[in-house]
């Protein structure tokens, strides 16, 4: 059984928090797409992990977990995140594996990524100032290197200075601070080296799997509405983060998957810049008040509204979703009167679905149907029957309105405060 899960909204889902659940039946879990832009938080008993790069199988003894071809990866940064888990005890020789073809973000593409935003001012795409789209144009543009150059340390270097004296002349034009050549170098050569042991080709070592009948669980990153091709571009971001995105960027074809996962907040946050037609102070500001729904990469607070049932019809439709899992029902718990956007209005006529113009998108009014609340806690409960009925209704007109089955419901950030539906 072969799993692809996806965020079915603007990320920050609870994708990380299901993949930790999920793992228990899964023997691999692969990173496929994304950069370490992605925040993935897990937490069990006293312990809080956040990855970035790194799939959240990796905290279950005994699992192997992936990082494919698709990902862009920050070598400096993955050797941090890699000594950060080992010094909380997490082994992870052995038991990670880095494709050879995955692509370097390089502090070029850091550079360019924050002085375009700069230029851009009120049109800025709130990225999270990773290098990620630069990193994947690059790939797109064949100019990028891959961890594969990166382990021969003299062909990296000839390509390195190349590189580097093409984009620190596209820095210095933006006002920007030109790199130094033997810094990059030599931190990333150092990186380089540390990352060695798990580098391999891993579309035959997971082909090798796969026909061993492991089971592999695909780490969706980002969200349906952040997808190149599907997302509100170009407030997006710069990989497919829908199914698809699972085959290409691991080598998997899709045949060999067997079910989609879409997880979604039993509301809506986005975190960035772009629109978002249910957009509501007063969600936000009660979730921001409880403390909840800051960034788990930047830290910054996010845009938080009313369900949306649009937004994830669209994603039901473009992953293929299966199965539902709806994270955070604890956060409406307050409210005597909760709304869900079934479609939209825009320019006199009803929409069901999504328009593709993000412009079109901001004329687009939300028609609410008002659901009870149920004003009392659910953090708590442990069986879908134990909900209030109303949470219990709520949850199955979310899943009806989606169109996919409902079959996980979470109810707080621990792993224990998950259930099955
Ligand atoms: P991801 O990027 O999709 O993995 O999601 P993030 O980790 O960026 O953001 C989800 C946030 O919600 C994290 O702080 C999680 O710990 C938290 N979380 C996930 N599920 C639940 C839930 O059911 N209830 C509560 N209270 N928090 C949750
Ligand atoms: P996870 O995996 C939420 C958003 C950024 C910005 C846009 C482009 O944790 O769900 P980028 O740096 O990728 O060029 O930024 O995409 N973004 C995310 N928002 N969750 C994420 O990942 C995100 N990764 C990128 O805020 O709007
Ligand atoms: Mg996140």
């Excluded at 691999?28 to 312990?47: K, L």
């Excluded at 952040?226 to 571009?233: M, N, R």
Aim: hydrophobic content about 35%; overall charge positive.
């Amino acid at each position: 059984m072969n799993t692809i899960l996806v965020g079915a909204q603007w990320g920050d889902e609870g994708k990380g928090k299901i993949i930790d659940v999920l793992t228990e039946e899964a023997d691999i879990v692969v990173r496929s797409q994304g950069g370490n832009n992605a925040g993935h938080t897990v937490e069990v008993g006293r312990e809080k992990f956040i990855l970035h790069l790194i799939p959240s199988g990796i905290l279950r003894r005994n699992k192997k977990c992936v990082i494919g071809n698709g990902v862009v990866i920050d070598p400096v940064s993955l050797v941090a995140e890699i000594e950060g888990l080992e010094k909380r005890g997490i082994k992870l020789a052995g038991r990670l594996f880095i494709s050879e073809t995955a692509h370097l973000v390089l502090p070029y593409h850091r550079r360019l990524d924050e002085a375009r935003e700069h230029r851009k001012g009120t049109n800025k795409i709130g990225t999270t100032k990773r290098g990620i789209g630069p990193a994947y144009g690059d790939k797109a543009a064949r100019t990028g290197l891959r961890l594969i150059d990166l382990a021969q340390p003299k062909v990296f270097s000839a390509k390195l200075r190349e590189r580097i004296e093409e984009n620190n002349a596209v820095i210095e034009s933006l006002g920007g601070e030109p790199l130094s050549f033997p810094e990059v170098e030599q931190s990333y050569l150092e990186a380089g080296k540390k990352l060695r042991p798990y580098i391999i080709n891993t579309v035959v070592w997971l082909h090798q799997q796969d026909e061993k009948k492991k089971r592999i669980l695909f780490e969706g990153a980002q969200g349906t509405f952040l997808d190149i091709d599907f997302g509100t571009y170009p407030y997006v971001t710069s990989s497919n983060t829908t199914a698809g995105g699972a085959s290409t960027g691991s080598g998997i074809p899709p045949h060999r998957m067997d079910r989609v996962v879409g997880v979604m907040k039993a509301y809506t946050t986005r975190v960035g810049e772009g629109p978002l037609p249910t957009e509501c102070a007063e969600v936000s500001d009660m979730l921001h008040a409880m403390g909840r729904e800051f960034g788990a990469t930047t830290g910054r607070a996010r845009r938080c509204g009313w369900f949306d049932a649009v937004a994830t019809r669209y994603a039901r439709m473009v992953n293929g979703i299966d199965e539902l899992a709806i994270t955070n029902l604890d956060g409406l718990d307050t409210l005597r009167q909760i709304q869900v956007c079934v479609a939209y209005e825009c320019r006199g006529k009803r929409l069901l679905y999504p328009p593709n113009d993000a412009e079109e998108l901001l004329h687009c009014r939300p028609i609410y149907r008002k659901f009870a609340g149920w004003n009392q806690p659910t953090c708590g409960v442990r069986h879908f029957k134990k909900l209030p009925v109303a949470a219990q209704k709520y949850l199955k007109a979310l899943a009806a309105l989606t169109g996919a089955k409902l079959r996980i419901v979470s109810v707080g950030a621990q792993r224990k405060q998950t259930f099955e539906a």
